[in-house]
């Protein structure tokens, strides 16, 4: 058994100036996304790419992330309370959002992007989503560091207490997502991705794997004390993680079917 380390959340203090571990790891998911765009661009030039749209890409899908991530907490998951105090909606410094809202806001920034380069959308989500774990990744270790989101509690020899919680050992939930939708999916999307796919495919199987191991890992964490399970005793990050898992089988089906 383990106990959570307390790091301290702010990273680096200049006089009044603080910046905090969480908003690091923004920055290094948002230059991730932007150096293994250039560096693909550059490596395959037959896909059309270039290493300026990419700054575009980035402008583009940082407010998609921001926006859409704010809202979809709002949304999803305290819509009564904001509705309460719609003021609030605005302090992001306060915490609150959401994957899958970011990722819709993603989707819906993109659909600008096309429009604007003449691109298919679907072939500049292909694009995008190996680009997206590492900065996945980069988020979860920043719930970590912070000591927030933990787990159920555990017998496993590895739990971990979180003394802000309580003395129970609990699962490190935060790291189980750190490697299975930040490292591992990247890993798969990356190779994926490497050779020349049908129109749809990379998306599909961003959907699956993000979607699966989401769902996954949500038995082991601890639910949002003011949602709790929902139906069928899943969580609410289950629930929305079964459409995405729906709709990348679907659209690996259409794209596998059209080279077949």
């Given at each position: 058994m383990f106990t959570h380390p307390q790091f301290d959340p702010i990273a680096i203090q200049i006089g009044p100036l603080a910046i905090h571990w969480y908003g690091l790891m923004y920055l290094i998911g948002f230059l991730s996304v932007l150096w293994l765009g250039k560096y693909r661009a550059k490596h395959?030039?037959?896909?059309?790419?270039?290493?300026?749209?990419?700054?575009?890409?980035?402008?583009?899908g940082a407010l998609g992330v921001i926006i859409g991530g704010r809202l979809?907490?709002?949304?999803f998951y305290q819509p009564g309370y904001y509705l309460s105090h719609p003021v609030e909606i605005a302090y992001l410094w306060q915490g609150g959002m959401s994957f899958h809202g970011g990722f819709l806001g993603v989707l819906a920034a993109m659909v600008f992007f096309a429009r604007k380069t003449g691109k298919r959308w679907l072939a500049v989500m292909d694009f995008v989503a190996p680009l997206v774990p590492i900065g996945l990744g980069a988020g979860r270790l920043g719930n970590f560091i912070n000591g927030?989101?933990?787990?159920?509690?555990?017998?496993?020899?590895?739990g971990m207490v979180f003394p802000q919680v309580d003395n129970l050992a609990r699962h490190p939930s935060q790291l189980y997502q750190f490697a299975l939708e930040g490292i591992v999916l990247f890993i798969l999307l990356w190779w994926y991705s490497s050779k020349p796919r049908p129109v749809g495919a990379v998306s599909g199987l961003f959907l699956i794997g993000y979607g699966s191991?989401?769902?996954?890992?949500e038995f082991t964490r601890e639910p949002d004390s003011f949602l709790g399970l929902l139906a069928l005793n899943l969580s609410m990050g289950q629930w929305l993680s079964l459409p995405m898992i729906a709709a990348g089988i679907w659209m690996m089906r259409q794209a596998l079917k059209k080279t077949a």
């Open positions: 395959r030039p037959e896909a059309g790419w270039k290493a300026s749209e990419i700054d575009d890409i980035l402008f583009y979809g907490y709002v949304i927030e989101l933990w787990g159920r509690t555990t017998d496993a020899a590895w191991f989401r769902f996954l890992v």
